[in-house]
C-alpha cells in the first residue's frame, strides 16, 4: 500500500479520535467545574443557614427580655403593690431568658466556627448590656428613675441594631454569591 492511500485510510479515523478526545477533555473539565461549584454553593448555603438560625436566636432573645423589662419596670412602679402572680410570671420568664443565654451561647460559638469573630464580639456585647440592665433593673428598686431605664434599653437597642447590621451586610454578601 502506498503513503498517499494509507493516509487518506487513516485521516478520518484520527480526526474522529481526536474530536473524540478533544469533547471527553471539555466535559471532563465543565463537570469538575460545576462539581466544585456546587460544592462552594453547598457550602455557602450551610453558612446561611447558620447565620438564619443566629437571627432567629437573637429575636427570640430579644422577645423573652422585653417581656422581662416590661415586668420589672411594672414591679418598680407599683412596688409593694405589685401582685405575687405577675412575681411568678417574672420567674417563670427570668428562667426562660436564662436558657435562652445557653442557646445564644451556642449561637455565639457557631459564629466563631464559621469565622466570624466581629459578629460574635457584637453578640456577645448584646448579651452582656441585657446582664447589665438585670443587675441595674431589678423587681421593687426604688431608687432608679424611668429615663435611667429608658437610657439602659437604648443602648441595648442600639447594640442589637448593629449586630443586625453586621448579619445583614454578611448575609446579603453571601446571597449574591449564590
Same mark, same amino acid.
Given at each position: ?6 493516509? /487518506? #485510510? ?19 473539565? @465543565?463537570?469538575? *467545574? ?5 460544592? !462552594?454553593?453547598?457550602?455557602? %448555603? *450551610? ?16 422577645? @423573652?427580655?422585653s $417581656?422581662?423589662?416590661? !415586668?420589672?419596670?411594672?414591679?418598680? /412602679? ?10 411568678e ?5 427570668? %428562667?426562660?431568658?436564662? /436558657?435562652?443565654? &445557653? ?6 460559638? &457557631?459564629? #466563631?466556627?464559621?469565622?466570624? $469573630? %466581629?459578629?460574635?464580639?457584637?453578640? *456577645?456585647?448584646?448579651?452582656? $448590656?441585657?446582664?447589665?440592665?438585670? &443587675? ?5 428598686? $426604688? ?5 435611667? @431605664?429608658?437610657?439602659?434599653?437604648? /443602648? ?14 454578611k448575609?446579603?454578601? !453571601?446571597?449574591?454569591?449564590?
Amino acid at each position: 500500500m502506498d503513503l498517499a492511500t494509507f493516509l /487518506q #485510510l487513516t485521516d478520518t479515523p484520527l480526526k474522529i479520535g481526536l474530536g473524540a478526545l478533544i469533547a471527553a477533555l471539555s466535559a471532563w473539565f @465543565i463537570l469538575r *467545574r460545576s462539581a466544585s461549584s456546587q460544592q !462552594l454553593t453547598s457550602r455557602e %448555603n *450551610r453558612r446561611i443557614v447558620i447565620l438564619e438560625e443566629v437571627s432567629s436566636q437573637v429575636g427570640t432573645v430579644t422577645h @423573652i427580655f422585653s $417581656k422581662y423589662s416590661s !415586668l420589672v419596670v411594672e414591679s418598680i /412602679q407599683m412596688g409593694d403593690r405589685w401582685p405575687a402572680a405577675r412575681r411568678e410570671e417574672l420567674d417563670s420568664v427570668n %428562667n426562660e431568658l436564662v /436558657q435562652e443565654f &445557653k442557646r445564644l451561647a451556642g449561637a455565639e460559638s &457557631k459564629l #466563631l466556627m464559621l469565622g466570624e $469573630k %466581629n459578629l460574635e464580639r457584637s453578640l *456577645r456585647l448584646y448579651g452582656a $448590656k441585657i446582664a447589665v440592665y438585670r &443587675k441595674q433593673v431589678y423587681v421593687c428598686r $426604688k431608687d432608679i428613675t424611668p429615663e435611667q @431605664i429608658t437610657a439602659l434599653k437604648s /443602648q441595648i437597642t442600639q447594640v442589637r441594631d448593629q449586630f443586625y447590621d453586621m448579619l445583614s451586610r454578611k448575609y446579603d454578601r !453571601l446571597l449574591a454569591s449564590v
